[in-house]
């Protein structure tokens, strides 16, 4: 562990999309200076960062004069080639490691740490051609989902198996033909979120978990807090703090669930800011983003106290009708709305282009609120 990084320092972003935006406005906030390193020459946290890379992931030029300067590196998401992060780590401390990364960004790899580590998951099998992801079909049984082995999110890579009437092959073209791993499709009363941040130090902070619903396989909408017993929450929240230290991680995880009766399984693992951890940013004494720089820098983790109950809806390039910007007044004019915007340019379908906070008495009354925002926009 080195000496915690002193504001006024530079701290290295992988990624430009609207995480490392919030990442790098917290860490400005905090008296860091940013650089920002992505393949895209036009990204939207370029326009409140120091300076700006563009260059392809194993441009080892290019990755050198990014991380020269930088005190640490930290990345945004992490669909980034970990011989990146091992060529970065060479020169600064770069947090979440290379190994983490393996392991988060590969369905395979993820599903065998979780069962090595004796948490929780649905049961899978790794399949690598047509003929054993038929055999598997018939081991794991109706229904159940195919999901590539690598780079899915968002619903992507992957395909329910929903009876024996579905055609494999095709199913099986869909996602690629490569390998994949076929689950048990779980049935869930609901899916949560736990953000958990763990420093240089090994201190570790979980927040509470958050509530997520979605629509067309993208996130929709988080409830802070999730409506679950809060024996479920403490088990839930246990069960982060266990993954994180097994797997040795400096910097911040997102841990989706499944929740089913009393049943906890861990779905998915993203060792970065989470599109469910955005209600940090309104409702929680230190946000997911301040809290994610302060891991990475060596610095003591912030309070996570929450404020009150509070719905997060994702803004989609689908409410800029033909080319149209949406009427913010119709969130702004109530006191309890914080509208986020990315400026991530031309709004297309399903394109994340911010999201909305509204915060309550009760969850009831924000969830409303929200659902009548929502149809305001979309009338």
């Not at 092959?169 to 049935?187: D, K, N």
């Not at 927040?207 to 988080?222: A, C, F, M, S, V």
């Not at 040795?248 to 049943?263: C, S």
Request: proline content about 6%.
């Amino acid at each position: 562990m080195g000496k915690p990084v002193t504001p006024g320092e530079t701290i290295g972003i992988l990624g430009g999309g609207q995480l490392g935006r919030m990442s790098a406005q917290a860490a400005q906030k905090l008296g860091y200076k940013v650089k920002i390193f992505d393949p895209a020459s036009f990204v939207c946290a370029s326009a409140v960062a120091q300076e700006t890379i563009t260059a392809p992931w194993d441009d080892v030029k290019a990755l050198k004069k990014f991380t020269t300067g930088c005190s640490r590196v930290t990345l945004e998401f992490e669909n980034i080639p970990p011989s990146t992060i091992e060529f970065v780590n060479k020169i600064t401390p770069c947090h979440p490691s290379a190994r983490v990364l393996e392991i988060c960004q590969n369905r395979q790899k993820e599903k065998e740490f979780l069962r090595e580590n004796q948490i929780p998951c649905a049961p899978f099998r790794v399949v690598n051609t047509l003929e054993e992801f038929k055999e598997a079909v018939k081991e794991i049984g109706y229904p159940c989902v195919l999901k590539t082995a690598i780079f899915g999110y968002d619903g992507k890579g992957q395909i329910k198996i929903s009876s024996e009437t579905q055609d494999l092959e095709e199913a099986w073209s869909i996602t690629g033909g490569g390998r994949g791993v076929l689950e048990a499709w779980i049935p869930h009363d609901c899916e949560i979120s736990v953000i958990v941040v763990r420093g240089e130090n090994g201190e570790v902070a979980v927040y509470d978990p958050t509530e997520n619903i979605h629509k067309d396989h993208i996130l929709h909408l988080t409830l802070s807090p999730a409506r679950i017993s809060n024996g479920l929450i403490q088990r839930a929240k246990s069960l982060a703090r266990q993954i994180v230290e097994k797997i040795d991680l400096t910097g911040i995880l997102a841990v989706e669930m499944f929740i089913h009766q009393e049943k906890i399984l861990v779905n998915e693992l993203a060792p970065r800011p989470h599109n469910s951890g955005h209600v940090t940013l309104d409702n929680n004494t230190t946000s997911q983003f301040e809290q994610h720089i302060r891991s990475v820098c060596g610095l003591p983790l912030g309070e996570i106290k929450t404020q009150q109950p509070s719905v997060m809806l994702n803004l989609l390039g689908d409410l800029w009708k033909n080319g149209n910007t949406p009427d913010w007044n119709i969130a702004l004019q109530y006191p309890n709305v914080k509208l986020h915007l990315y400026e991530k340019g031309q709004a297309v379908p399903k394109r994340k282009m911010g999201h909305l906070t509204v915060l309550g008495p009760t969850l009831e009354e924000a969830l409303k609120l929200a659902q009548k925002i929502e149809r305001e926009f979309l009338a």
